[in-house]
T-cell receptor
Framework: DTGVSQDPRHKITKRGQNVTFRCDPI?????LYWYRQTLGQGPEFLTY????????KSRLLSDRFSAERPKGSFSTLEIQRTEQGDSAMYLC?????????????FGPGTRLTVL | DQQVKQNSPSLSVQEGRISILNCDYT??????FLWYKKYPAEGPTFLIS?????DKNEDGRFTVFLNKSAKHLSLHIVPSQPGDSAVYFC?????????????FGAGTTVTVRA
C-alpha cells in the first residue's frame, strides 16, 4: 500500500494528557497537510509543510498544538494538555506539487476522543 | 467564515439515475476545485478536480462543471450505483496565490436506492 498512512487510527485519552499522532505521506510527496474534522463538518486546515519547513499554521492551531516534519518525510502532530473540545478526526494529506494543479491525497485519519 | 458551501446536506437517488451535487464558493481567488468522497471511519478519497481555466472535466461516470461567474460548481454522477452512497465534499484552493490549503464544504450525504 503506497497511500498516506496514519497511526494510531483511534486514540482515547483523559483530559489533560498529551497525545502524539504520526503521518507517513506518499513517497516523494513534498507537501504534507494536517486537517481536523468534527461531526457534520468538512475538514478544517491546521498546518502544512513543504519538505521540512512549516509554511503555514491556522489560527485553529493553539499553543497546545505542535507539528513537526524533521526530515521532510513523516510528520507528527502533538496535542498537549488535551481538552474535550479536541475530540475530532485528525486527517493528514500529502501532495506532489507537480505542474499547475496540486491535488491532496488523504490518509485514513486518527479519531481522538478526550474523556 | 465558510468560504465553500454545500447547501444540500443530503440527496437520495435511485440506482441508475443521475446524482447532481452542488457547491458554491465566495472567495474569488479560488482557482482549483476538487470533489472528495468519504465513507464512515475512512479519510476522504479524491474523485475529480477542475482548474478555473476550464468549465467542465469528465472522468468516467463523474463530471464536474464550473461556473466562475456564479461561483458555482456541480458534480454529476451518471449512472448512480449503490457503492456511490457516501458523503461528498467540495473543496477549493487558491493555487495561483500560492495558497494550497483546501477549504471544504460541510458535505452532502448521498444515498443510492436499489
Amino acid at each position: 500500500d503506497t497511500g498516506v498512512s496514519q497511526d494510531p487510527r483511534h486514540k482515547i485519552t483523559k483530559r489533560g494528557q498529551n497525545v502524539t499522532f504520526r503521518c507517513d505521506p506518499i513517497s516523494e510527496h513534498n507537501r504534507l497537510y494536517w486537517y481536523r474534522q468534527t461531526l457534520g463538518q468538512g475538514p478544517e486546515f491546521l498546518t502544512y509543510f513543504q519538505n521540512e519547513a512549516q509554511l503555514e499554521k491556522s489560527r485553529l492551531l493553539s499553543d497546545r498544538f505542535s507539528a513537526e516534519r524533521p526530515k521532510g518525510s513523516f510528520s507528527t502532530l502533538e496535542i498537549q494538555r488535551t481538552e474535550q473540545g479536541d475530540s475530532a478526526m485528525y486527517l493528514c494529506a500529502s501532495s506532489p506539487l507537480k505542474g499547475s494543479a496540486d491535488t491532496q491525497y488523504f490518509g485514513p485519519g486518527t479519531r481522538l476522543t478526550v474523556l | 467564515d465558510q468560504q465553500v458551501k454545500q447547501n444540500s446536506p443530503s440527496l437520495s437517488v435511485q440506482e441508475g439515475r443521475i446524482s447532481i451535487l452542488n457547491c458554491d464558493y465566495t472567495n474569488s481567488m479560488f482557482d482549483y476545485f476538487l470533489w472528495y468522497k468519504k465513507y464512515p471511519a475512512e479519510g476522504p478519497t479524491f474523485l475529480i478536480s477542475i482548474s478555473s481555466i476550464k468549465d467542465k472535466n469528465e472522468d468516467g461516470r463523474f463530471t464536474v462543471f464550473l461556473n466562475k461567474s456564479a461561483k458555482h460548481l456541480s458534480l454529476h454522477i451518471v449512472p448512480s450505483q449503490p457503492g456511490d452512497s457516501a458523503v461528498y465534499f467540495c473543496a477549493a484552493s487558491a493555487q495561483g496565490s500560492n495558497d494550497y490549503k483546501l477549504s471544504f464544504g460541510a458535505g452532502t450525504t448521498v444515498t443510492v436506492r436499489a
